[in-house]
Structure formats: C-alpha cells, structure tokens
C-alpha cells in the first residue's frame, strides 16, 4: 500500500532564512509527485510536480523540490521565505496507473517577521 | 489549467438534513474526484466520478451517505445526507488535466 509521509506538522521559521519540509513516500510502482499550497480559507493550489525528467522541479515563487528515488523523498525548499510564504503545504503523489491523488498530513509554515 | 467553480462556499446546515455541492468546471474533463478534509487534517478521496457512469467510492464512504452526480463531462454534485457534527469539515472537487490536479475552492460545511 502507498503512504505520504510530512514528518513535520508545524515548521516556523524567520523570515530570509532558508526553509525545507519534508516528504517521503512509500510505494511498490513508480509514482509521480506533487506538492500543494493552501494558503488560509482558500483552496489548494499546485506549487510544483515531478511527472518524468529532470529530478528538480521549480516553482514560479522561488520554491524547489528534488525527487529523490534511492530515499523515496520529494523535499521542498526556498533559500529564503517571506511572510506571504505563511501556509498549509501538503505533498501528494500518484501511483502509475491510478488516477487519484493521495496526500500527506501537510506542513504548516509560519513565517516569522 | 482547468478553472472550477464550486458551490457554495460555505454553509451552515442542522442536523439531520442534505446539502448538494456544485462543481462546474471550464471545460470537458473525464475524471472529477471528490475529497473530505476533516478539521486540522488532510485531504482523503471520498469518490471518482466519470461522466455516465456510477461513482466509484472509496474504502469508508458509500452512496446512501455522498450521492454523486456527474450528468455531463463539466458538472458534478455531491450531496451530504442525514448530516451530522461528525461531517462538518470543507469538501472539495478536483479534475486532473494536462498540467496536473486543479482543485475548487472549497464548500466549508458546518452542522449544528
């Protein structure tokens, strides 16, 4: 059976400072990967995805995520956050051959100023 | 990206009684998903909804309790029935197209 695991459920950190939260997964088929941010009373909206390629992805908003096949991780980091960073990160994959998305517990950022 | 519209945003509903949330989506998709995100947690599929076809449930939900429609390849509904304070949580619709899973907004549904 496949699982998502975000070990942190809280991560605060100061704003400029660097940022990583992460993501393992478990899974007996390859898998493409995602991870969503939910910024407060608002929906989910796609950060980054892994589907085939290069192992690192990026986001228009500074973010990157390595796909990691020999750790089964798929870590976001920012060299530097700031406060609109401040949100609800959730990593996600797809099993190959399903169509459906399964989530992790999500991340909580809290920038500080 | 597709572009959901997802109805109602939120609402506040008794005990015992039914709510349909919409979803409509710009264009023609094959797939919509419906999720449950409980209080503090994360998102679980309740159902994959195909246009003509039964939804098909996932472990723990059944269709006398999330009955879905899916009339054509843009629309869907989802109905709470008989709810109780257990089903207060913020549901969303999800369609998968080129660029990846684009989700609604969210119905955040309280029951009193």
């Known amino acids: 059976a496949q699982s998502v695991t975000q070990l942190d459920s809280q991560v605060p950190v100061f704003e400029e400072a660097p940022v990583e939260l992460r993501c393992n997964y478990s899974?007996?088929?390859?898998?493409?990967l995602f991870w969503y941010v939910q910024y407060p009373n608002q929906g989910l909206q796609l950060l980054l995805k892994?589907?085939?390629?290069?192992?690192l992805v990026e986001s228009i908003n500074g973010f990157e995520a390595e796909f990691n096949k020999s750790q089964t991780s798929f870590h976001l980091r920012k060299p530097s956050v700031h406060i609109s960073d401040t949100a609800e990160y959730f990593c996600?994959?797809?099993?190959?051959?399903?169509?459906?998305?399964?989530f992790g517990t999500g991340t909580r950022l809290t920038v500080i100023p | 990206s597709a572009v959901i519209s997802q109805k109602p945003s939120r609402d506040i509903c008794q005990r015992g009684t039914s709510l349909t949330i919409q979803c409509q989506v710009d264009?023609?998709?094959?797939?919509m998903f419906w999720y449950r995100q409980q209080p503090g947690q994360s998102l679980t599929l309740i159902a994959t909804a195909n246009q003509g076809s039964e939804a098909t449930y996932e472990s723990g939900f059944v269709i006398d309790k999330f009955p879905i429609s899916r009339p054509n390849l843009t629309f869907s509904t989802l109905t709470v029935s008989n709810m109780s304070p257990e089903d207060s949580s913020i549901y969303l619709c999800?369609?998968?197209?080129?660029?990846?899973?684009?989700f609604g907004s969210g119905t955040r549904l309280t029951v009193v």
């Open positions: 996600a994959v797809r099993l190959t051959g399903a169509n459906n998305l399964f």
């Open positions: 999800s369609v998968s197209d080129f660029y990846g899973y684009t």
């Open positions: 899974s007996s088929v390859s898998v493409y």
């Open positions: 264009s023609q998709v094959t797939m």
């Open positions: 892994y589907l085939s390629g290069s192992t």
